[in-house]
């Protein structure tokens, strides 16, 4: 039986992510806000993004979340 080979998928959308960074010492240290407690860090801001990128293509590839994703929402209280 002959295998079939299946055609890399190409991306063609972009998906745009927010982060939180900050400088430690010689790093930048940044999470994606979507998974908080999966922080990453690189010698500069691209590094740093581009690490982040990989989290979230990692956890895309693999259909699991790396944690439970956290929303953030608004209420409206009176002063």
């Known amino acids: 039986m002959k295998k079939v ?3 890399p ?3 063609t959308e972009e998906l ?3 982060y939180t960074y900050w400088r430690d010492g010689k790093f930048f ?5 979507d998974y908080p407690d999966d922080p990453t860090q690189g ?6 993004e581009e690490a982040l990128a990989e989290i979230h293509e990692v956890a895309q590839e693999e259909k699991k979340h790396l944690a439970a994703i956290r929303k953030t929402g608004k209420i409206k209280v009176l002063i």
């Open 16 to 18: 745009e992510l927010q």
């Open 43 to 48: 010698l500069s801001l691209a590094e740093l």
């Open 9 to 11: 998928t190409v991306k």
């Open 5 to 7: 080979l299946s055609e």
């Open 29 to 33: 240290v940044g999470f994606l806000n």
